[in-house]
């Protein structure tokens, strides 16, 4: 059973930072795409960044490209985002995802496997 487990949500104010992480277990991933997305209270859920296990290659939107950093770590099995100069528009749920075959994986559906979302609040 496959699961992707976030963790490092939290408050903090416009210009810090914080550190997400996200546990994998059940399976390898070391051929596919994981992604990072968010979701706003009402919006759809949209794409953060996205990462390729073999060989580290990364894409990010456009809205936080530059700031945030998407990363892993192959002995962890563990794909981590690093948020900086945050705005209170970054608040949001950030979630995980990964099983993605293509690239770069921008939709919600090119995912198999999701996690349970960990809260982001950005103060003013």
């Known amino acids: 059973q496959v699961q992707l487990v976030e963790s490092g949500g939290g408050l903090v104010q416009a210009g810090g930072s914080l550190r997400l992480s996200c546990a994998a277990s059940?399976?390898?991933?070391?051929?596919?795409?994981m992604g990072w997305f968010r979701q706003e209270v009402a919006k759809e859920r949209e794409f953060v960044a996205a990462?390729?296990?073999?060989?580290?290659?990364?894409y990010y939107a456009d809205a936080v490209n530059g700031r945030f950093t998407i990363s892993r770590d192959n002995a962890k099995n563990t794909v981590y985002l690093q948020v900086n100069s945050l705005k209170p528009e970054d608040t949001a749920v950030y979630y995980c995802?990964?099983?993605?075959?293509?690239?770069?994986?921008?939709?919600?559906?090119?995912?198999?496997?999701w996690g349970q979302g960990t809260q982001v609040t950005v103060s003013s």
């Open positions: 990462i390729r296990w073999s060989g580290g290659l990364t």
């Open positions: 995802a990964g099983g993605a075959t293509i690239w770069p994986a921008r939709r919600t559906g090119d995912y198999d496997h």
């Open positions: 059940g399976r390898t991933f070391s051929t596919s795409t």
